[in-house]
Structure formats: C-alpha cells, structure tokens
Nanobody, 126 residues
C-alpha cells in the first residue's frame, strides 16, 4: 500500500506563489510517474501536471500558460508543484497521484493513476 501526503496549500493573494509537496511511502517511488490534479467546488477533477519517473518528460494543462512547474526528488520520495502568478481560478483542492503503470510517462486522466493523496486546499483570494 502506498500513501501519498500533500502539504503546502494555503490562502494567498492573486499574483502570489506557492509550492506544494507530496511525499510518498514505500520503496518504489522512482519506478512510477507522478501527477497533480485539482478539483474546485462543483467541478470535476482536472489534470494539472505530470512527470515521468526520472523527470525526463513533463506535461501540463494548457490552461496554465507556463505558470506551474512540476518536479521530483526521488531520493526524498517527493514530488513538487511550484505555482506562480496564482489566480483566483486556481482555487481548488490539489491532489497528487501515482501513475498506475511502472515506467509510464504520466497521463492526463485520473484513471491512469492508482494511488491518491488526501488533497491540500489552495485558496487564491484578495
């Protein structure tokens, strides 16, 4: 069983930055792609970013326009999401997830991930 624990969320103003972290349990972290998703109230969970197991490949939601950066540190079993120039529409619960297939590139759809964290709230408001 893999456990994922997110942290780093909070209340910020538009234009601010936040860095989310997600720590995974177990010894297989470096074998799997990791992803970040978010879910706003009344909306479906949506893809934010994904990173392959050795950070060779990354993918982002088109709507982000380069404001977010995903990275990982396999020695620390941790994946990060650096969020810059935050907007009110970025307000959501942010989830990290582990890719369901070893050595995958990381997908854009929730069904491509098998383990999920509990989420961390990000609120962007003036």
């Amino acid at each position: 069983q893999v456990q994922l624990v997110e942290s780093g969320g909070g209340l910020v103003q538009p234009g601010d930055s936040l860095r989310l972290s997600c720590v995974a349990s177990g010894r297989t972290f470096s074998t799997y792609a990791m992803g970040w998703f978010r879910q706003a109230p009344g909306k479906e969970r949506e893809f934010v970013a994904a990173i392959s197991r050795r950070s060779v490949n990354t993918a982002y939601a088109d709507s982000l326009n380069g404001r977010f950066t995903i990275s990982r540190d396999n020695a620390k079993n941790t994946v990060y999401l650096q969020m810059n120039s935050l907007k009110t529409e970025d307000t959501a619960v942010y989830f990290c997830a582990r890719g369901s297939q070893p050595q995958s590139q990381g997908g854009r759809y929730p069904h491509e991930y098998d383990y999920w964290g509990q989420g961390t709230q990000v609120t962007v408001s003036s």
